[in-house]
Every structure is written in structure tokens, then in C-alpha cells.
């Protein structure tokens, strides 16, 4: 089987059906300041990222169930959209001088703090590499859904989708 087909067995978005649909950005779309990342291909009755966009850059439309297209033109990357998906399907990476950087929506407690050391996970929480918490924003507009900023190295920039927290000495 695939790295893909084992994606998509798994419950998370391959590479395949995230370049289908247009969803998986480029090295030149995540260097410098990067984009936004929306992996929402399962056609659901959801809109939260739209209504929460104050920019007008983030559009499901007519019917609910259209997939979600990123206007990057438009979009400032406040990062409204990563709190407010009941998905957890938006992130924000960028890429600069061989470090890569991710904003990502994270709902366990107790919350990471900047300057812990973490695991870097892909889609299905495998660990892919060593990051580093940069900050962690928790204010109340985000609803109780943090979104935590991580580095680590650019070369895993397209795996790379959230973190483990390194717990008793373990991870
Ligand atoms: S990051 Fe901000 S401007 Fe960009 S799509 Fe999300 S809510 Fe809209
Ligand atoms: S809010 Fe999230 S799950 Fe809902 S349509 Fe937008 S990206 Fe998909």
C-alpha cells in the first residue's frame, strides 16, 4: 500500500487528493511569509472558515458543501480561520533560511508553553521530526481552541501537521 492509500485508509488527506484539490501550496507558496493551509476535502456541510474570515479570502459559497478555496491574495493570515474549524483542517506554515514555522489549532490541556521542546507529527500523530513551541495564543475570541506556533526544519514543511508534547521523560 501507498504512504497515500495508507493516508486515506487512516481517516487524513493524502498528498494525492490534497494536490487534486488544490490544496497542497507549493515551496514558492510557503516561503517567506507563507500561506494558509486549509485540508478539507470530504465535502461536509461546514462553513465556519468563511464566516470567520474578515478578509473575504477564505469562500465555501453555494452549497455549503463545496470545498473551501483560499483566495491567498486576500489573506492577511490573522489565523481567525485555524480556531474557528471544527476540523481542525486549517494551519499557517511558512518557510525562511531552512526553518519552517506552522500555526495549528490545538484543544488538550494543559496547554504547551514557548520554549518547550516537542514532537512534530504528521497527519495520523506520527513523529516526523524535533520543533520547538514558539507561542502559544489562547485568547478568548478563539473559543477555547489555542493556536500554537512550532519551528522546526524545513525539509518536513508538507508532512509536518500538528505536535505530540513530550510527557514523563517520554514522548
Ligand atoms: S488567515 Fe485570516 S485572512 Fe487568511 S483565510 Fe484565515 S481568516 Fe482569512
Ligand atoms: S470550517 Fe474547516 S471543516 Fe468546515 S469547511 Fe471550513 S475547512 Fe472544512
Known amino acids: 500500500m501507498s504512504s497515500n492509500d495508507y493516508l486515506k485508509t487512516m481517516g487524513a488527506p493524502s498528498f494525492d487528493e490534497l494536490e487534486r484539490a488544490g490544496m497542497l501550496p507549493s515551496l514558492a507558496d510557503l516561503a517567506g511569509r507563507g500561506c494558509v493551509c486549509v485540508e478539507c476535502v470530504e465535502e461536509i456541510p461546514c462553513n465556519p472558515c468563511e464566516t470567520s474570515c474578515p478578509q473575504g479570502a477564505l469562500v465555501v459559497g453555494y452549497p455549503i458543501t463545496n470545498l473551501p478555496v483560499v483566495d491567498r491574495s486576500k489573506c492577511t493570515l490573522c489565523g481567525l480561520c485555524i480556531a474557528a474549524c471544527p ?44 520543533g520547538k513551541i514558539l507561542s502559544v495564543n489562547s485568547a478568548a475570541k478563539n473559543n477555547r481552541t489555542a493556536v500554537v506556533t512550532a519551528a522546526f526544519p524545513a525539509a518536513f514543511v508538507q508532512q509536518v501537521a500538528s505536535i505530540r508534547r513530550k510527557r514523563h521523560g517520554t514522548v
Open 87 to 130: 476540523g481542525l483542517a486549517i494551519t499557517i506554515k511558512s518557510v525562511e533560511a531552512g526553518n519552517a514555522k506552522i500555526r495549528f489549532p490545538w484543544e488538550y490541556l494543559p496547554l504547551p508553553a514557548a520554549g518547550d521542546e516537542v514532537e512534530m507529527v504528521d497527519r495520523l500523530g506520527e513523529a516526523v521530526c524535533a
